[in-house]
């Protein structure tokens, strides 16, 4: 558990340094993350390299006691290398290339780039790859922020074509799987294939469906080039990236595999803003953020890399980037803080040291203002610090990665697919994963989110929101999973290469979940089908299934009778989206027939077990009573959560592994 | 009374396709529809023309008893042709050309194009034409779907700068009819004029409409390049085109002169989500349709060819390409198919066979699902083709077109006017004449929908939703109309130039329905006038005229006095966009006034006569107790209409006429 | 008080002019503007000028005893010209360069366009500068309609390049002020910076500042070109332009500063639906118009050239360009014109005088319909100028411009920055200022809006609604300022460079205000804070800000205490965005520390006090009794204020001076 910030010494005068490296020192900050922008310092021309001032930077740094993270400066190529080969420029779906003058304007096919890239990256680790101070490494920045990772460049259509060629061999192939005799769509080669835009309708979706397999591609390769030379150039330093919170348009897994951290930036304001909840919900939140949201990311990336990962950059107050920027309640930030820990997070790391005055996120606060008084922010962040000390006094500073008995089964491909072929405008994979997910937390579960190629054999429950193409290896694990599943609506319902499921996903959802599908349907808004059955008065809208029971049985049914929740076994199959009271009774159900105790949290109530912790968070604004029935000493807050507040008991040692 | 059914042999392995046609043939399909996208394989490389398996698929149909509707494969030009002649592609209002891989991407405009048409067209004729199991002949696919009318293209701006000067001689003429005086917008010739696009502003409305006449000429001329070589090619079989619905880009009259057979696409619940309902509306009719939606078609098609009129594709499950997409609810399937036979359809044909595993449609039912078993669209199919034939046996099969009383005009032009110049955001000229139309259908009256240069003095009712332009031809007629006339706000408002209307209008105005419009308005969301002197409650929204009556009397008055509804003989204008109930009132007036008799209906029930029979259409999910007064003899249904039912009735002979 | 009417002797038959101009002088016109249409008329081709048509027009209303108002034809280039150099076609965000086909097609900063309108002006301003009948200028026609302001053409481009040379002299001083290190976005030379477009993310606030400045400029620049050429070809006429209601995309002051009267055009109804008026809002006022939209222009345009001000366009009727386009309510085109005159107006101009029977404007009603017959608005233009000359019996026909005690400062800079940097997307600068104006009005108040550069020191009470910039001249005249002040949210919260504000305004705020702001944010919809303290309940949304007192005092607190509105002696500084209750209890309480008395009007009724004179206005439909307590002898009007009424009194000579 320890802290960290992130600065920009090139965005302030030289004398400041030294003042800032104490004051982060003295508030019990260790950790500082430097110049994922600051090219145009290091080169301010072609092969003209500045050191000197970052040299002093990280000095100052080290002689503080203080560790850096270095980063790539990979996000923002300057001007004048963009001038010399614009190309390399992300091209939009309407074929216009982006411009310089913001960042993440780089196309990640780009032959150019990617050399430049790889050099400038070289350069930076062959300088300080062995500092002293330089504890690890962030590739770039944001991968795929503002929608920048799909590009529509000619240097993409000709890396997709090579792609394609790679995956099928020969044009019939592709022929076959894309179902281009359909309309006429037909390729004679793989040199006529373009970029699925422009069409006067949609386009073939496999074909769409392959440009985001490829564009997610070209980013891991990306990405693998600076991880291969940071491991050369800094041997024994961890390589990590920061990627963002629902950022779905590459796959995260794919990617973490080249890393030694998974860090992400939790910004639970603006999230809440951008995200999909309602209106009112956005209201309700509007200054503490959903409680699920930083808990949703902290569950994803804790096992992307072997449970370690980090949370990069923490908001410490309004952002700038959000359609509305309220402030954080007075004590949020501290509680945002708390639930990165309790969730496993051996870093959290606030953004920014100090607020710009000028540029994009001048309103963007960091714990200190720009006039380099300690912001609101900075008090918490003082006080989150304090208290790790505390909790250190009591059981120890060692850090241990939670074992949980649920897993979550989140995958990007079934992200894409639900966005080809919605077939209800409103139906959103992510959305509904992210309800299971907090329905799940709502019930006082930890939760695993794991990909759809872990191994997920060592759980009681495993939950798949709604797995579009269920693959080999995964259905194998489904057919011999001893404990509990549930299955959500379109669950093995299309193929890998995108058409309706064969027989193989037939044969499967006969033999796990005992079910057939034989007709599905959207909903538009207003129609919505009571679920009778559920310990709860429940509803479908969105989307609704016809089931044939073929060995299962009807724990709910719709008004028709026709059943709306299959329960084969320990497996339950969803045929709808339920509504929450829905998803939460079925998934009450499920863990307890696996073994699992739910937990009769008050509302706005989560917990986490840690390392023989329990953490509860009171995410209202009013007192709740309520404390872990095992648990055998408070080592942090008050015996009652006062509104925002948070509490760690130590549990008995029976429940303490649970 | 025939089935039919849409089928692509060229999407399946040819060991399936005897057994296709056996199950075809023996749940009642006569006609199957076939190689409407097939060019592809007909023609895989340029010049390449395979045959074979189009040949052994039709004689498989035949030799099953089969009649074949064959297609020009022209709605899907395959690859290697775009590449060799890239101009070919139409080109959307922002200049860009729309791109290959999906469908309809061709310019009607470009010469090269229309070639390869003829061409493909042209070789398909000549070796299908005279087979004996070809019925007839379906021209390309959907004119006009996914907005593909209007076409930017460099061929289309030469293409209209032609039409131009055809149609104004000299330049001076056409600076005059569109007002170019006006801003400044003088042309010295020609050549000097662009499509109405990229301006800074809304362009010149004559102009606008202009382009959009000539984008429907485009279409029409394109067609009839395809009429004019199929029956020279295939002597004795009728062409036909499939409309589809709610597509108002061209004038479907003016193609459907070149044509023997008007059929269209019904896809009541696609329709229903993507119409302009009122959400509430879209949720209540979500899984039934709008009862009016598909008659209002039926009505429209069926006075095109002289009342020859097939339903080309009936939906037959959930669709793919709404914003939402529900199932039709039990027993729609059949309701529908009884509906188009009700209102006089020869053919009603389901689209499709079997629900392709691949491509855009995967997630369009058909009558068989992908693993080729039944689907339950495909059961009320086969219910529909058993009642087919055992209404046969009480009435003959013989189809007979009803001969209505009352003419609703619809002008496609008046559409375009309305679009170029709604003057208020929500004034849609097609929404109007839906609301007009369905009011009349609840008063249980038979409709025919004509254009406005139909023989109309047969009729004992004319109705004209906003007739904006009444050329001299309509005028004449309407001066010497015997029957009752209802005229909606903006009638006889502009001239063909798209002028404001001139003195003669005003004269037609003052002679039929003795009034002179003083003002006119457009009324924001939550502005609504009441109307007095209706028998129901009734208001004035979205539009309001101030009429100065020049021999006609108050019906309805606003509440500042001023004349709502006025009636002038057996003529009355109505000077606002009333709503149902208002307009229910005045059409009911009207009717009585001509001496047709309304029926009071129960809700949702909608009947037809045709024949001498009634059908009588419940579109609720409750019973109802309802039954013509006049029937002698209940043929196919029961004595009470269960929810979703239909019942068909003897006429005794004394209203058997209609 | 004098008449006016816009005419296009050009669209109609010259057999009318005659007669037109024989009823305008008989209806009471006295001005009519012409030409600023008529280009292709004047010059239908390169180099032939066509005079004779345009001399007998002025003739013929010279004859008549009609003034002229001249224009420069420059709004509308013909197409022989935009064909001859494309280049001058201004260019969209997207890069397309804008077509021709409706008017404003061209880009300000291009030189050859510039050199043309010139050249056409001179010839007109040759030919008829020193006629008598030509009382007054025109430049061009409402600069910046249609969103024409900004254009991203190479022009621009190169103009924008040479303006920030100019301004910032190097290119170091250049990424300095715009804080380029950020994101790596320095730049090594002028010829390196593009327009803010087309990036990523946002671009640069700094960047997009700059780009409004200098499109602003651009304007300015063109139309002093045409202001020098007038004064010298045209000596003793007045110079004006007609600015348009809500337009601020360039500097209206700084166009002003080169015109000798200030005009507007004024359409309270199609504003009304254009503005950001919520849907309940827009329903009530859609045929009256928000009584505050026409007042807020009239004394905005009052102060740009001392005090002379006409409204150029009066809306005679239904416009055809807002989304809906109600009728004016019977008797409100009547009480618009006096409005105007009430704020001090010297003429009162409608548009037009007959509608056009075609292109764009044939919806657009004028004071006669396009069959000749006076229309509606012609009936009450006619019954004004009747009490025009009424009026003149009683006080004699002299205009005084008003004296007003309070000023409400507006800035077009401020309203850019807000738009850039929003913070909260309904944070929108003019409706800020609207709101307080519109309060402001509602206390009885006359009001001075006034630019940022104004001399201040004569009033009582000086309002800032969010003053983000506040300049060292301004400054300095806050420090000395005797009387109250209004400061709303964000007030001199941004350095003139569009960086956070540095020491210098907080030292200004911390003087003035007795505040320090700690921290903002912006307020999603749905979350409101309950304000404390005033007379009447209140509540903040959409903005707040967390104040530290340093001399002020809390005169109102947010529920958890904090301060609201802060009073620093005569000074509040508002930290929050108020409801209208909120806002109008504190202006209320700030005019009364002034000295300034306020009035207890009814609803919906304003008044203005023009020398010794007080009109009052009924803008409801019901009847009011109200008349002003001095009054000492009513010169027009009833007691009672009818519905949509208007009367006048005359002040006893103590309250006179207002």
Redesign the interface.
Known sequence: MKLGVCY?P??WPEQMWDDDARRMKSMGISLVRIAE?????IE??PGQLVWDWLDRAIETLHRHGLQVVMCT?TA?????LV?RDPGML?VDQ????????????YCFSHRGYRAEAVRISELVAQRYGEHPAVAAWQTDNEYG??D?IVSYSEAAREGFRAWLERRYGDIGTLNTQ???????????GFD?I?P????????????RLDYRRFASDEVVAFNRLQTDLLRRRSPGRPVSHNFMGFFTEFNHYDVARDLDIATWDSYPLGFT?NFFLA??E???W??IGHPDIAAFHHDLYRGMCNGRWWVMEQQP??V??A?????PAAGVVRLWSWQAFAHGAEVVSYFRWR?????????H?GLN???NTL??GGEEATQVAREVRELARHVGGQRVVPSTRVALVFDYEAQWMAQI?P???DFNYLELAFEVYSQLRQLGLDVDIVGPHAAVADYALLVLPSQMHVGEQLAQRLRTFAGAIVMGPRTASKTE?F??A??AA?ALLALVAGVRV??????????SDPVHGLPQPACAGRW?E?LELNGAVAEARFEDGRCAVARNGLCRYVGAWLDAAGWRAVLAAAATSAGIETVDLPADVRISRLDGLVFAFNFSQREVGWKPAQASLRVLGDETLGPLQMSIWKLSDAVAGH
């Open positions: 920009y090139e965005q922008f600051a090219w145009s310092r301010p021309a400066p923002t190529p300057p001007k004048w001038d992300a309407h074929g216009r290339a982006r411009a310089f003058g913001s960042r993440r304007h922020c503002h920048t894309w179902g281009t005799v359909f309309w006429s769509q037909e390729y004679n006529q373009d699925p835009i422009g069409t006067v309708t949609e386009a073939n979706p496999a074909h803003q209106p009112a956005k209201a309700r509007a200054r107050g309004p700038n980037w359609q509305w920027n309220p402030a607020q710009a005055p000028f540029a994009q996120e001048q309103m606060a203002r720009c006039d912001d609101i072929t077939h209800g405008a290469g058409s309706l064969d027989g037939a034989l007709q599905v349907e959207s909903l538009p808004p207003g129609v609704r016809w």
